[in-house]
């Protein structure tokens, strides 16, 4: 191309229009009339472009939103559109990039009716044969530009063979002579009516809630038919004005994307309605009392062993009579496990207007449904993130050289992907406790939202990682090879290396911009989510370079460099260690009186009671703030703090010397480096660290403590959400190796545990004030789930998971009564817990108990014989003894007590814990049943001193009223 030509070409891009001519109702050329495919609901009159699976929405054509369009005239010269917010049409300078949103058409414009020229695009089709035309929600770069234009990168690699797909491609004299021709656009007002095809001129249409806004032409409808009218006689066009529909995967991916996270939402605030959570949790609880009961009868009758013969002889000549003992012990089984259910349904309404499965039903067949549409919107959303066009976009119209348009791709990829994985969470019907050796468990059948997911974390190219680390960047060259390799190796240094070089350059600080770290935190909760639930699809190479994306983005995102080491504590310091924090933060948050309860409950409660088990030693992984010599330099610094402390109390003491030397030769725990660590360096500076009991539990408080805080107040003002993914692997991986360690005998501990880190975990969210909560059913979910898939035993434990912040303990309050003397006091104890029958027997074998005392005590005297007063007295007790077993194996036991007291229990109400504010106690009762221990548990208001730190901060005007006095809720137990 000559150089004459190239600068005309250049000013007729950089100057489109006359000087002094407006740029949005100035313009020359035929109009052509943009629209766009969007999302919309169903509504009469207005024509489907595309039907969608959830029945109440379709694909319509609106008027474009807020973005771009860019024209290539005969792939020679660029013209672009800003669209602004009522998506009205202002030309720019294409290679002049927008450095901030499109602004509302001027008011002089509107104001003289310039509106109806400000919606079309022009195009001088006596100069131009052909025209490729795009929308674009984000403004494109040179870079971009030129490729597009020439088919190539700035390299010289060419662009894939389809990317011509991203624009209509348009004959431009066939669209003057008849818009329809080729199917190219539709004829406006020509057979095309445009109340029929534009939701915005459609009457009958109205607000949605669409993330694009909506901004009606219902009373522009007339003025806008006369101007298509008058624009056909004006520019000659036979068959009426073009309407040119343009694809705008982008847009719809971010419309659905919000509808599937809205019904969520509805769903949740749905389950989270007080009263219903609480009856669900209660019903869930007794199904599993119910299955609890199942293995507790099957323990308790263990199958015979097989014996050589499976028949009776018979002395008589008949045939012998064959028998399955197997058949035979499967039949009692079922039988007492009959019983025993007959017994727990009697102390509760488990059908009828108030029963438990007629409320379960309902809820089920309530969630289900909102399950189907939140299926059905994922469905489209999932069609199209995994599209060709949508990724052909996240590809191509972005430049990693230029800042501006990677911050764009960031922020339109999470609009697009943020929620992560929607589906219902799958059903593992054989517990891996409870599976064959060898037996594989069945696989998965992902939803539409899981596959979806599954496709974009599997492919180390998805746009879900370009938007985070670049399309052609160094650090996105070497994020891919680490899918080939699931342990530490040059993969993973290479990647070092490059977040190091990004992350410490002039450049880094692009990265770490309020709006950059917003997208980057909301797209990587994303992925956090959608990778925990695909944990068992993902190959290892994938979860081993998710593992580095977390840690490499916290670095270059939030500045924040992470080092992983594992650390050993016993059960109890942990144990104690995470409930301290709960504590804490339950103290400093000043909740309502309900919720300072349930802190209570939490605090003082939780306990594993093993003495053994408490002792036992776990590796412990966490993630501690600083590089690796930081990290190493600080367990130094802690470890030595510690020992001089104990020092300073043992020689205060009178207590140095030997026993010192003992206790810290028993006391030395190890420290290693993690797995997980980017830093290549990490193991060399960190393994075979030893450091004593004191320092370790130092190193492991500042450790979680650090944790919990980059989740409250982020780093830089952003990344809030990352600090979750490092809390939850450091909680994991405890919870896996107490689990290895003990599970299999105490069930309970692990149980324990995993509730006091859910309510660590719980307690970050919380004190974060992120717009998180999650369901309490959806916990339960989850704690079965990976109950099933992970740690076993968790699923033997009833009532547990159910809630984010779990009761795992309770205290002992009640002893049953042994002596038949004592049988008055058990029939009134019973009378008022709703034992009638048991209050019966109890009161007959009193009497019988009185009444043979007198007859033996009146035989002894008279010196009866055997068969007289005196055996009839010792008979009389003997009857009272066996009436009161009787008594006592009618009698509840702890499980059917925690029936007839529950949401759907048959006592009287004011005994039923049946307000939501029970649910707390209930928990609590429930696990205390399960430990096999009974508890009473009420709160009871009292009044205690002001602490000296609680009148320092106390208004003075308050303490003059009130006295230096405060009310507060205290538990007892009865």
């Keep these: 191309m000559s150089t004459s030509k190239t600068l005309t070409q250049a000013g007729r891009q950089a100057a489109p229009n006359p000087t002094g001519n407006c740029s949005a109702c100035e313009r020359k050329g035929i109009p052509i009339l943009p629209l766009r495919l969007a999302v919309m609901p169903l509504t009469d009159g207005l024509k489907q472009h595309g039907e969608l699976h959830h029945g109440s929405i379709q694909t319509a054509l609106r008027i474009l939103r807020h973005g771009y369009v860019y024209v290539l005239l005969d792939k020679e010269i660029w013209h672009a559109y800003q669209v602004t917010p009522e998506g009205y049409l202002r030309q720019f300078n294409p290679f002049s990039m927008p450095r901030a949103k499109p602004e509302p058409l001027a008011t002089l414009c509107v104001e003289a009716g310039h509106d109806l ?259 059905a919107y994922a469905s489209d959303w999932a069609d199209l993130v995994t599209g060709a066009s949508w990724r052909r976009i996240m590809a191509l119209d972005y430049a990693d050289a230029d800042a501006r348009s990677q911050q764009c791709r960031l922020s339109t ?227 030595q703090e510690a020992k001089e402390g104990a020092q300073d109390i043992k020689q205060a003491a009178g207590a140095l010397g030997q026993e010192v030397k003992r206790e810290a030769q028993h006391a030395l725990r190890q420290v290693n480096a993690g797995l997980k660590n980017l830093e290549p360096a990490a193991a060399a500076v960190l393994n075979e660290m030893k450091v004593g009991a004191a320092g370790a539990r130092r190193v492991a408080r500042s450790t979680f403590a650090s944790l919990k805080s980059l989740a409250v107040g982020s780093v830089d003002g952003g990344l809030s959400f990352i600090g979750l993914y490092f809390l939850r692997d450091s909680l994991k991986s405890a919870i896996a190796d107490l689990d290895a360690k003990v599970g299999a005998q105490h069930p309970e501990a692990v149980a324990a545990f995993y509730s006091v880190s859910l309510g660590f975990l719980g307690a970050s969210v919380e004190a974060a004030g992120l717009a998180i909560k999650i369901p309490a059913d959806a916990a339960k979910d989850f704690v079965l789930r990976w109950g099933a898939e992970k740690t076993p035993v968790l699923t033997r434990v009833v009532g547990l998971g159910s809630r984010m912040v779990m009761v795992g303990g309770a205290i002992s309050a009640l002893a049953g009564i042994a002596d038949a003397g004592a049988s008055f006091n058990a029939a009134i104890r019973l009378s008022k817990a709703g034992d009638v029958d048991a209050r019966r027997y109890h009161i007959f074998a009193g009497g019988l108990s009185i009444t043979g005392g007198f007859v033996v005590f009146w035989g002894a005297v008279r010196s009866l014989s055997l068969f007289g007063g005196l055996g009839a007295g010792i008979a009389i007790v003997l009857i009272a003894f066996v009436v009161t077993k009787i008594a006592k194996n009618l009698e509840s036991d702890a499980m059917e007590k925690w029936a007839r007291r529950c949401y759907f229990g048959r006592t009287e109400a004011n005994e039923r814990w049946r307000n939501p504010d029970d649910m707390d106690v209930a928990i609590a009762a429930l696990n205390a049943a399960v430990l096999g221990m009974e508890v009473d548990l009420r709160f009871y208001n009292e009044d205690r001193a002001s602490s000296i730190d609680e009148l320092y901060t106390e208004d003075i005007e308050v303490l003059k009223n009130r006295g230096a006095v405060v009310t507060t809720e205290r538990l007892v137990t009865a």
């Design 413 to 639: 990829t999470a609009a697009c992907l943020a929620g992560g994985i929607t589906d219902a969470p799958p059903q593992q019907t054989t517990a891996a406790d409870e599976r064959e050796a060898g037996e594989k468990p069945t696989p998965e059948v992902l939803g539409p939202s899981s596959q979806a997911w599954q496709d974009l974390l599997s492919d180390g190219g998805s746009p879900a990682y370009t938007a985070l680390n670049g399309q052609h960047t160094d650090l996105q060259q070497a994020f891919e090879p680490q899918f080939t390799d699931a342990m530490p190796s040059d993969a993973g240094k290479k990647y070092f290396d490059a977040i190091k070089m990004v992350a410490t350059s002039k450049e880094g600080s692009e990265w770490r911009s309020a709006l950059v770290v917003e997208a980057a935190d909301q797209l990587l909760a994303a992925i956090h989510d959608a990778s925990n639930r695909l944990e068992s699809t993902l190959s290892a190479g994938a979860k081993a370079a998710l593992d580095n994306l977390q840690s490499g983005a916290a670095w270059l995102y939030g500045k924040a460099k992470f080092t992983q080491i594992t650390i050993q504590l016993t059960v109890g310091e942990c144990f104690e260690l995470l409930s301290s924090e709960i504590r804490e933060h339950a103290n400093s948050a000043q909740k309502a009186a309900g919720k300072r309860a349930r802190a209570m409950l939490l605090g003082s409660l939780i306990t594993i009671p093993n003495a053994n088990v408490r002792n036992v030693l776990i590796n412990v992984t966490l993630w501690a703030h600083g590089t690796a010599e930081e990290v190493k330099k600080r367990i130094v610094d802690f470890s």
């Design 117 to 375: 020229r400000a919606a079309f695009i022009n195009v001088d089709t006596a100069t131009h044969k052909q025209a490729w035309i795009a929308f674009s929600q984000d403004p494109w770069p040179k870079a971009t530009l030129d490729a597009y234009r020439t088919g190539k990168y700035a390299d010289g690699k060419a662009l894939p063979a389809d990317y011509r797909e991203r624009f209509r491609v348009v004959n431009l004299l066939t669209l003057k002579q008849d818009p329809t021709g080729g199917n190219q656009a539709l004829a406006l007002e020509n057979g095309d009516d445009l109340h029929q095809h534009v939701a915005e001129y459609a009457i009958g249409t109205r607000d949605f809630g669409s993330v694009h806004d909506w901004h009606p032409r219902h009373a522009r409808l007339e003025a806008m038919q006369a101007q298509l009218r008058m624009l056909e006689k004006q520019h000659g066009l036979p068959k009426g004005v073009a309407g040119l529909v343009l694809p705008d995967p982008v847009g719809m991916a971010a419309e659905l994307n919000s509808l599937r996270l809205s019904v969520n939402t509805m769903r949740q605030r749905w389950r989270e309605e007080p009263t219903r959570r609480y009856a669900y949790l209660t019903s869930q609880c007794l199904l599993g009392i119910k299955a609890y009961i199942a293995q507790q009868v099957e323990a308790a009758h263990p199958p015979t062993p097989p014996a050589s013969d499976y028949w009776t002889s018979s002395e008589s000549g008949v045939p012998p009579v064959f028998h399955d003992p197997a058949q035979q012990h499967a039949g009692m089984v079922d039988r007492k496990t009959k019983r025993r259910m007959a017994r727990l349904e009697e102390r509760y309404w488990e059908t009828g207007p108030a029963g438990r499965k007629t409320f379960q039903d309902a809820y089920d067949k309530e969630d289900e449904n909102f399950q189907k549409q939140i299926d």
